[in-house]
């Protein structure tokens, strides 16, 4: 019972990670793909201009992104790991 409430808990744990790091993923992808959009109908030396500093947002915003991606990825890895040592 014990094994089992502990291996609950940290699979709480690892949905907490892996929900935030979902949340995160739309908040990042919106503005770039209204940018794409932007550029499908405007692409010139002007906009491309009034973009730059855009990019350079979400350029912050998408590292932001796979360093929690990476968090949520580990913290799987860690249960998955601790899942086979328990089944040893």
């Known amino acids: 019972q014990a094994k089992l ?4 808990g940290r699979y709480k ?3 907490s990670a892996m929900k935030r790091a979902e949340q995160r ?3 990042v992808l919106k503005p770039l793909r209204d940018q794409v959009l932007y550029l499908k109908h405007n692409l010139n ?3 491309l201009a009034a973009i730059k500093g855009e990019l350079v947002k979400v350029d912050a915003q ?3 992104l796979v360093r929690d991606m990476n968090r949520s990825i580990a913290e799987a890895d860690k249960f998955i790991q601790s899942m086979e040592k328990e089944s040893d």
């Open 5 to 8: 409430t502990q291996t609950k």
């Open 62 to 64: 998408v590292d932001q």
């Open 13 to 15: 744990e690892m949905l």
């Open 45 to 47: 030396a002007q906009a």
């Open 25 to 27: 993923i739309e908040p």
